[in-house]
């Protein structure tokens, strides 16, 4: 399975970027699949996730800005950020769980990776 995370980029504050990760192997909707991001000097955290269902989590801190959806047609996962904030500023992950348990927000539930993608919010 290959993940390759595409999308990022600078934007003002309170703008808008989608974010994509085409997923190689097995369909988009075979997996749980998850956002993270990581800024410098910081741990990795979650920002959202998708379940094989299509039921969506995120973080508090993204939620009610960011959306999680899937194209299955383009076997492609997606995040689309509104309304950025300077704080929104990060690498971009996406992830994928092998196993067939619940998704989850742990980083360690993740078997696979994208590459990131650079996000830069300006204020």
């Known amino acids: 399975v290959q993940l390759q995370a595409s999308g990022g980029g600078s934007v003002q504050a309170g703008g808008s970027l989608r974010l994509s990760c085409a997923v190689s192997?097995?369909?988009?909707?075979?997996?749980?699949m998850a956002w993270f991001r990581q800024a410098p000097g910081k741990e990795r955290e979650f920002v959202g996730d998708i379940s094989r269902s299509a039921s969506t989590n995120y973080a508090d801190s993204v939620k009610g800005r960011f959306t999680i959806s899937r194209d299955s047609a383009k076997n492609t996962l997606y995040l689309q950020m509104d309304s950025l904030k300077p704080q929104d500023t990060a690498v971009y992950y996406c992830a994928a769980d092998r196993s067939i348990g619940f998704v989850s927000a742990r980083r360690t539930a993740y078997d696979y990776w994208g590459q990131g993608t650079q996000v830069t919010v300006s204020s």
């Open positions: 192997g097995r369909t988009v909707s075979s997996y749980n």
